[in-house]
Nanobody, 117 residues
């Protein structure tokens, strides 16, 4: 089993910044992908971006240039640096880990990010 614990959400003004963290623990073996999804009220969960163990990252078009994913493999931790936040970024942000070894996704409990206009 893999557990994911997120931190760093909150309320920020339009144009502000936040940094989310997600620490993974448990049966983490081999390469994996860690990343972030988000879900606003009345919408489906969508990919924000994810990063491989080797450091290769990809992002949704809506966040390119404003949000940056990084990871510390020694700490099994992934970060999401969010700059120039907009009200449309308001959502619950979920940490995700996909393990090719186990062939499944793991999810954190979610953290609320609210951007006021």
């Amino acid at each position: 089993q893999v557990q994911l614990v997120e931190s760093g959400g909150g309320l920020v003004q339009n144009g502000g910044s936040l940094r989310l963290s997600c620490a993974a623990s448990g049966s983490i073996f081999g390469g994996n992908f860690m990343g972030w999804y988000r879900q606003a009220p009345g919408t489906e969960r969508e990919l924000v971006g994810r990063i491989s163990t080797g450091g290769s990252a990809n992002y949704a078009d809506a966040v390119k240039g404003r949000l940056t994913i990084s990871r510390d493999n020694a700490k099994n931790t992934v970060y999401l640096q969010m700059n120039n936040l907009k009200p449309e970024d308001t959502a619950v942000y979920y940490c995700n880990l996909f393990s090719p070894l186990w062939g499944r996704d793991y999810w954190g409990q979610g953290t609320q990010v609210t951007v006021s206009s």
